[in-house]
Every structure is written in structure tokens, then in C-alpha cells.
């Protein structure tokens, strides 16, 4: 079965510094990994997905993430944090064996500080 | 944005009894979906639907049952509600089987049981 693992449930960052949020999977087959964001008392949303077409896929809000095979990662990165980007920030992988439905990591939530 | 609502969004119920969430969605997706989402566990699979009336168990299913009589209606009940239920259930639905599909999620409904 397929996983992914995000280090640490909570990353704190001033305004204008660099974002970092890692995620690393676990697969046996190639996989197909998506950034979900959740804003404060809302639903999901996706932010990018990696699909084997570029290794640096971009996303919205400017927000990006490259697929390291040899390390197994997809870290999700954003040059400059703006105090909107406060969030909690979801990894997620399609499942083996079953093409609908995804593993979720257990979520970084992002903190932004003035 | 598949168009999904989720009814109702706040909830308190009380140790035992029965507890119907409704998700509606707007576009015909194939696929819909029960999360619950508790604080260090991320998302987790309660059970999903592969079209009308086809369901199965993801991860967490015990204490859960689901239907899908209709395309753009997929329910979740709980037939005797407990404590460890309380949580946010979030409700998802994808248009197809491609493994680098895209969930659209609801705004979630806040169970409390007491």
C-alpha cells in the first residue's frame, strides 16, 4: 500500500521567508502525489499534482513542489510567505490498486508571523 | 469545483442516537466520498461510492453505513452514535478513475455527540 509521511504538524515562518512543508511517500509503482490546503473552517482545496509530465510542477498561490525520486520526496515550497498562506497543508498519493482513492499524510499546519 | 454542499454543518447529538449527514453535489461525478478529520490523524477513508448504489469501506469504517440511491446525493449514517464519533466529516467527489484526478471536497459538517 501506498503512504506519505509529512515531517512536522506544525511549521511556523515570518512573513516574506521562505515556505518548506515536506512530504515523502512510500510506493512500490510510480506515484501520482497532490498538495491539498485547508483554510480555517473549510473544505480542501488542490494546490498542485504531480502526474509524470515535470519533476517541478507549480500550483496556485505560488506554490510549487518537485518530485525527487531518488529521495523519495515531494516537498512543497513558496519563496516568499504572505500572512494568507496561514493554512493547514495536506500530502496526498492515489492508492495502489485502486485508481480513486487517495492516502492522506496527517497534515502541516503553516503559521505565518507579521 | 464540483459544486458540494453538506448538510448540516454543525451538529450536536447525543450518545446513541441515530445521525444522517447529507452530501449533494452538482456536476455528475462518479466517485463521492466520507472523510472524518480529527486533530494528528489527518483524513481518514470512511467509505466511498464507485456509482449508484456501488459503495465500499475505506479505513474507518465501523460504526458507519452509506447510500447512494442517486448520482449527486451519497448519505452517511450513523446508526448509534458514540463519543469517538465526534469529528469533522468532510464529504468528496472525483469525476473519473484516472490516478491523477482531482477530489473537490465540501465545507464539512461538525459532529459533537455528548
Known amino acids: 500500500a501506498q503512504s506519505v509521511t509529512q515531517l512536522g504538524s506544525h511549521v511556523s515562518v515570518s512573513e516574506g521567508a521562505l515556505v518548506l512543508l515536506r512530504c515523502n511517500y512510500s510506493?512500490?509503482?510510480?506515484?501520482?502525489l497532490f498538495w491539498y490546503v485547508q483554510y480555517p473552517n473549510q473544505g480542501l482545496q488542490l494546490l498542485l499534482k504531480?502526474?509524470?509530465?515535470?519533476?517541478l510542477v507549480k500550483g496556485i498561490n505560488g506554490f510549487e513542489a518537485e518530485f525527487k525520486k531518488s529521495e523519495t520526496s515531494f516537498h512543497l515550497t513558496k519563496p516568499s510567505a504572505h500572512m494568507s498562506d496561514a493554512a493547514e497543508y495536506f500530502c496526498?498519493?492515489?492508492?495502489?490498486?485502486?485508481?480513486?482513492?487517495?492516502?492522506f499524510g496527517k497534515g502541516t499546519l503553516l503559521t505565518v508571523n507579521p | 469545483d464540483a459544486g458540494i454542499t453538506q448538510s448540516p454543518r454543525h451538529k450536536v447529538t447525543e450518545t446513541g442516537t441515530p445521525v444522517t449527514l447529507r452530501c449533494h453535489q452538482t456536476e455528475n461525478h462518479r466517485y463521492m466520498y466520507w472523510y472524518r478529520q480529527d486533530p494528528g490523524h489527518g483524513l481518514r477513508l470512511i467509505h466511498y461510492s464507485y456509482g449508484v448504489k456501488d459503495t465500499d469501506k475505506g479505513e474507518v469504517s465501523d460504526g458507519y453505513s452509506v447510500s447512494r440511491s442517486k448520482t449527486e446525493d451519497f448519505l452517511l449514517t450513523l446508526e448509534s452514535a458514540t463519543s469517538s464519533q465526534t469529528s469533522v466529516y468532510f464529504c468528496?467527489?472525483?469525476?473519473?478513475?484516472?490516478?491523477?484526478?482531482?477530489?473537490?471536497f465540501g465545507p464539512g459538517t461538525r459532529l459533537t455527540v455528548l
Open positions: 496526498a498519493v492515489n492508492s495502489g490498486g485502486s485508481n480513486y482513492k487517495l492516502t
Open positions: 510506493s512500490s509503482v510510480p506515484p501520482y
Open positions: 468528496a467527489a472525483q469525476a473519473g478513475s484516472g490516478r491523477f484526478d482531482e477530489q473537490f
Open positions: 504531480y502526474t509524470s509530465a515535470a519533476t
